[in-house]
């Protein structure tokens, strides 16, 4: 089990930010409420109790109603890998990075021109995470463009499962009966499955106050199936949301409640996040950022709010606007990791992987970014101070002049203490120079194509994937 | 008992290494099989390793502590003569430079991949490096530098060693030497870490 890595180092929010947060939230709720269109939940809705306006389909609640649903929310969310010692212990202050989009285009690992994605791109992408250590999950990434619609959601996952057995997290295109059906099937049955959830899935809210028909019914269907679920808002500040990141904050804890209290009104306890994709508008333009350092400002606070509630959390990290693997890339990218992770933000998804705004992804950069991830991982560690790691004793038997390179101190150290870069260049000019002059894309192309070429992730149990073929003929690998 | 001595080495583990070279003696393995079959094989696999990034320096100078620690317990019972190490190297930092942390590991590589070493320390003049080439007759002299003020008495030493001692190959290292200073000044070989001055130190001997 993996616990994740404790920190709150960053706490961009005072204990009053966060109770005057909460309070406008709440005055939000009971004022304004949200917008749902969708007859059985607003039926739902005003079942247990609250104000429902069945012609405007808006749902108002008062803060004591509000807190004792969400109360019924599970405080802490076990999302299990096909291999058991992936498997994420979800709860506060615990920190863990997974990758994260929706993209369609991918940078070609041969020729590096932007082109289409496709289902095997899928199935690599997985592959390849399946061998970063410093990514705990697996959130799919990409469109399919050569799957037709309709078993986009079965293939997508299925490329998934079968390729890395981290959790395997996704959002849906369409209606999710057959993507149930296949999971309780590799599962053995519904029962199973609910006991060790191996996928779990995201189904947005609309920023500002909404959540769609089709995703509230998908919604009631995932529930009921035991899949954990990540319900993200993603209001765009200036645009969407007001433009203070404080504002935001206000309309976005407002928004992750919602998605909360429909699945603990579907079902009490079922496990859902409380998720967050706080993003900026650019003020030249209106465009959407999703690499703006105040997006790694909000995520942070977000993470404050979800402790506040003890709450199970989704949060999004490094994003870059960058079209190429530049200098802006590596510094939005790092701050985008690096903030929501110093204050504790839970599951840190678009932490690797995407470039362009999250419109496309490059094999190369999943490398980069869990490099990146290793070296902010390393910071939430911080000092570790104990009598051996002071090494008093060391120090004062080497003496003035010595020195401690083959110490059996740091030989004992070395591999935990340091954080080891793979393709970081730490050679000096001679040594880089005559090996090839390779900068750290070089390696990373180095290290996917050795992956791509050699890897094998667990494979599911042996005669499964014949079957699932037979039973599922919509599946294409 | 060799396997043993062989991982021994690897793993840094002294007491193992010393323990089984005894055992291998009374086993009736010979000094020279202990050497060649244990320890240098050993440290062949670690300069591997160092190569490919599996093995890092302090695990490495800690290797090669043990296979010293080793070689110190079966190079008495050698008959004359049948042992030769790699070749005899002097080592030193140059004349007005004090630091040496990145000599002392050329010199501990050396010594463990077989080569015999004569360390001068640190702030070694140019008279005291032609002294000790006259003492022990060495076929390579390493040099080390670590401040810019001081690769002019590098340039000094390597001039009046390749005209008083013109048989006798230099090698130099150090963070502000590169290849075209060792080229200008005249220098037989440059290495820009340990590992590449072991492999330098061989193919000027050869």
């Known amino acids: ?477 | 008992m060799l396997d043993q001595i062989f991982q021994g080495v690897l793993d840094g583990e002294t007491p193992i290494v010393q323990a089984e070279i005894k055992k291998a003696l009374e086993g009736g393995i010979s000094p020279l099989e202990i050497i060649n079959e244990g320890l240098i094989k050993a440290m062949d696999e670690v300069g591997r390793r160092m190569k490919n990034g599996d093995m890092f320096m302090p695990e490495v100078l800690v290797a090669a502590e043990t296979m010293k620690q080793g070689l110190a317990l079966v190079k008495p019972l050698l008959e004359e003569g049948s042992y030769q190490s790699l070749g005899k190297v002097v080592i030193g930092t140059v004349a007005g430079d004090l630091h040496d942390i990145g000599k002392n590991l050329v010199a501990m590589l050396l010594e463990s991949s077989g080569f015999e070493v004569i360390d001068l320390g640190v702030d070694v003049s140019l008279e005291q490096f032609l002294a000790a080439v006259e003492e022990h007759k060495p076929q390579l002299v390493g040099l080390s530098a670590l401040l810019t003020t001081t690769m002019a008495s590098m340039r000094d030493t390597v001039k009046a060693l390749s005209e008083k001692a013109p048989g006798v190959k230099t090698m130099v290292g150090g963070a502000p030497v590169n290849q075209e200073f060792a080229r200008e000044i005249g220098a037989g070989g440059y290495a820009p870490d340990g590992a590449a001055a072991v492999e330098l130190a061989k193919s000027l001997i050869d």
């Open chain 1, 1 to 477: 089990m993996n616990r994740g890595m404790y920190c709150r180092h960053y706490q961009p929010l005072s204990a009053k930010d966060i109770e005057t947060i909460h309070k406008a939230s709440m005055l939000v709720l009971e004022k304004t409420g949200f917008k749902i269109d969708n007859k059985k939940a607003l039926c739902l809705f005003a079942e247990n109790g609250a104000q429902v306006d069945f012609e405007k389909k808006i749902v108002k609640a008062k803060e004591e109603w509000i807190m004792q649903k969400l109360k019924k929310a599970p405080a802490r969310i076990v999302l299990y890998g096909r291999d058991e010692r992936q498997s994420m212990v979800v709860e506060t202050d615990r920190t863990f990075a997974g990758t994260g989009g929706m993209a369609l285009n991918i940078y070609d690992l041969e020729n590096g021109e932007r082109r289409p994605t496709t289902l095997e791109d899928g199935a690599n992408i997985a592959k390849l995470v399946d061998t970063l250590e410093n990514l705990d999950w697996y959130t799919l990434p990409i469109y399919p463009n050569d799957v037709p619609k309709k078993d986009v959601d079965l293939n997508r996952f299925y490329a998934g499962i079968k390729n890395t057995s981290k959790h395997v997290m996704g959002g849906i295109y369409g209606d999710p009966g057959d993507l149930i059906r296949l999971v309780h099937d590799i599962s053995g049955g519904k029962d199973k499955f609910r006991e060790k959830p191996f996928i779990s899935v995201i189904c947005s809210t609309i920023s500002p106050l909404q959540l769609e028909s089709r995703y509230v019914d998908y919604i009631f269907d995932l529930v009921e199936a035991g899949i954990p679920i990540a319900t993200p808002p993603a209001p765009i500040a200036g645009a969407t949301s007001p433009v203070t990141l404080a504002g935001t904050l206000v309309q976005i804890n407002a928004e992750a409640i919602c998605g909360i209290l429909l699945c603990q009104l579907i079902k009490e306890g079922a496990p859902v996040l409380y998720s967050v994709v706080p993003t900026t508008a650019d003020m030249k333009t209106m465009g959407f950022l999703f690499g703006a350092v105040e997006n790694g400002i909000m995520n942070a606070a977000c993470a404050q709010l979800a402790s506040y509630y003890n709450l199970p959390m989704y949060s999004t990290g490094g994003v870059t606007e960058s079209k190429v693997f530049d200098v802006q890339n590596g510094y939005e990218k790092c701050l985008g990791n690096l903030l929501p992770a110093l204050a504790g933000a839970q599951l840190i998804h678009n932490a690797a992987g995407q470039i362009d705004s999250s419109m496309a992804v490059a094999y190369e950069q999943y490398v980069l970014d869990d490099e990146i991830l290793g070296a902010v991982k390393r910071v939430i560690r911080g000092v570790e101070v104990t009598p051996d790691t002071l090494a008093t004793e060391v120090i004062i038997s080497t003496g003035p002049g010595g020195n401690f390179l083959s110490n059996s101190h740091t030989v004992k150290y070395l591999r935990s203490e340091l954080f080891l870069p793979r393709v970081a260049v730490r050679a000096n000019y001679s040594v880089w120079h005559s090996g090839g002059r390779k900068n750290a894309l070089d390696k990373a192309r180095e290290i996917v194509k050795d992956v791509l070429k050699n890897h094998q992730p667990l494979p599911l149990p042996e005669g499964m994937e014949k079957e699932l073929r037979q039973s599922y003929p919509a599946l294409r690998i």
